[in-house]
């Protein structure tokens, strides 16, 4: 089984929060605050990057992003963008910005979007295929335009004349772009344009069939793609917790609710959303639908759908699964999402082999080596200690 440094990214909830699907019951306000908490967690924790999505029920990424860069040191952000949405000459200065702010730590994720009602009420009433053939015209300005070019484009959709990016961005030649799809037009465009192709979390047969796909296509563009899966996660301390976790997670659902969420969700050209929607049926007795790989999240959420259940050792089993297609790195995200970003961390860290850069700050100025060996575990970040017994000696070791 893979045990390749793997990226592992947590997710900014910026369209809610709370500990039951569907419910207000023990929702949380999403605001600055916590959203800081949540971003300050993963920072601290060795989480590589957080997502932040788009569409009408979320907050606007950029702003979102913008006004975290200052309060972390390491994190990177995987801004969502949507391409018909916003010129891509204005799309490049915006990257180039927070790029450069955040000393570059900006990572692109390009969503050409499914939802028939979401993109009508932005103004897009692009098809499926045009939405994809708009993508390709604006990724391949968007490109041009950060790598330093004076860019003339007279596309079907895309027409500049004389666009330049002045100031480039700290990444080079673009920061890095994401971009999820199932489709074979979602394909092309991945294979096209972007440095990571990201699924949702599907069986791994599944997945290995698109991971190939794309690979393929890719190959024939005469590029490489890296390859990435986004989940929801459901770690506790024993398989049995986690299985009561996952239940009590939709345990506020009732049919009706199911029925309406599922109708909704069926009025999409989403090709992604279709394969979401055929795991489950939208029968909640139904859910497990690959070892661990549990679909009750995709009953009332729309986009990623799919969550691996278990203990620490099984979900890092799971995931090495993944990586062994190809995969190095992952879009990670639980409810409340501040408590199980600390969950996971504990529970799974531990079994991982983690790519994530250390943190300049993990060993005090001037501390000897015994010092740091004391400190830190063997990738060099703090080692957790605990609090102290009686004032004095330092917290039992656990039983390994």
Same mark, same amino acid.
């Given at each position: 089984?893979?045990? #390749? ?38 920072? /601290?924790?060795?989480?590589? /990057? ?14 979102? @992003? ?24 204005? @799309? ?21 979007? /499914? ?11 692009? =098809? ?27 596309? #079907? ?33 991945? $294979? ?49 917790? $986690? ?44 859910l497990e ?24 050792k099984i ?25 199980? @970003? ?18 300049? @700050? ?23 200690? =605990? ?8 917290p039992l070791?656990?039983?390994?």
């Amino acid at each position: 089984m893979s045990d #390749k440094p793997l990226d592992i990214f947590w997710f900014l909830p910026t369209h809610g929060d709370g500990r039951f699907l569907g419910s207000a019951e023990q929702a949380r306000a999403v605001d600055l605050h916590y959203l800081q908490q949540i971003a300050h967690a993963a920072d /601290g924790l060795g989480y590589g /990057g957080v997502l932040i999505p788009t569409g009408r029920s979320c907050e606007d990424a950029w702003t979102v @992003a913008s006004s975290l860069v200052a309060t972390t040191r390491r994190l990177k952000f995987l801004v969502a963008l949507r391409p018909a949405t916003i010129s891509p000459t204005v @799309a490049a200065r915006q990257a180039a910005t927070l790029d450069r702010l955040s000393n570059g730590r900006l990572l692109v994720n390009v969503v050409a979007g /499914g939802d028939a009602g979401d993109l009508a009420g932005d103004g897009i009433f692009l =098809g499926h295929d045009e939405r994809y053939e708009h993508a390709d015209e604006f990724l391949e300005v968007w490109r041009r335009l950060l790598a330093g070019e004076t860019v003339d484009y007279d596309g #079907k959709y895309v027409k500049v004349k004389g666009a330049r990016q002045l100031y480039p961005p700290l990444q080079q030649p673009h920061p890095p772009l994401y971009f999820g799809g199932s489709s074979d037009r979602a394909h092309d465009t991945a $294979a096209r344009h972007v440095e990571l192709y990201l699924s949702w979390g599907e069986p791994p047969e599944e997945v290995a069939r698109k991971f190939a796909d794309v690979r393929k296509r890719a190959e024939k563009e005469g590029r490489q793609v890296r390859f990435g899966v986004r989940l929801h996660v459901i770690p506790r301390e024993t398989e049995a917790a $986690a299985w009561q976790a996952a239940d009590e997670l939709i345990s506020r659902l009732d049919d009706d609710t199911i029925a309406r969420a599922q109708a909704s969700l069926a009025n999409t050209d989403s090709e992604g959303q279709r394969r979401m929607r055929a795991l489950h049926g939208g029968d909640r007795s139904r859910l497990e639908v690959a070892p661990n790989l549990w679909a009750g999240v995709g009953l009332v959420r729309g986009g990623a759908g799919t969550a691996l259940v278990g203990d620490g050792k099984i979900i890092a089993e799971r995931l090495k699964e993944y990586a062994a297609l190809g995969a190095d790195t992952f879009v990670l995200s639980g409810y409340p999402h501040l408590e199980e @970003a600390y969950r996971f961390a504990e529970l799974v860290f531990p079994h991982l082999n983690l790519a994530t850069p250390l943190l300049d @700050a993990v060993t005090p100025a001037g501390a000897t080596n015994a010092t740091r060996d004391a400190l830190q575990n063997p990738r060099g970040r703090i080692r957790p200690v =605990g609090e102290s017994i009686a004032n004095g000696a330092g917290p039992l070791a656990s039983a390994s």
